[in-house]
């Protein structure tokens, strides 16, 4: 399985950006972020069927996860983009449709937010 992690890029705060990750094929699917110094972080996750989403507390509403028409592909809209959202983020899938384990994992698309 081969995760494709994109959109990532350098936006002023209060600005908005969409990451995309194209699987070859269809999974339950996340994202997770990772800044300089700490540990990465669950972001947010979708379930196979798109039915079913789950965020961090830390978005706050400004987060949306999605699934594309191709069924393949996972985005993650976010907007109102803070300093602190700074990180390289990281896209990953599972086989489980159930669970909190994740299979595979993209190369990380950087995300950088200036103040």
């Known amino acids: 399985v081969q995760l494709q992690a994109s959109g990532g890029g350098l936006v002023q705060a209060g600005g908005s950006l969409r990451l995309s990750c194209a699987a070859s094929?269809?999974?339950?699917m996340a994202w997770f972020r990772q800044a300089p110094g700490k540990e990465r972080e669950f972001v947010a996750r979708?379930?196979?069927?798109?039915?079913?989403?789950n965020y961090a507390d830390f978005e706050k509403g400004r987060f949306t996860i999605s699934r594309g028409s191709d069924k393949n592909t996972a985005y993650l809209q976010m907007n109102s983009l803070r300093p602190e959202d700074t990180a390289v983020y990281f896209c990953?899938?599972?086989?489980?449709?159930?669970?909190?384990?994740?299979?595979?994992w993209g190369q990380g698309t950087l995300v950088t937010v200036s103040s």
């Open positions: 990953a899938a599972a086989e489980n449709p159930l669970g909190t384990n994740w299979d595979y």
């Open positions: 094929g269809q999974y339950r």
């Open positions: 979708l379930s196979r069927n798109a039915h079913r989403t």
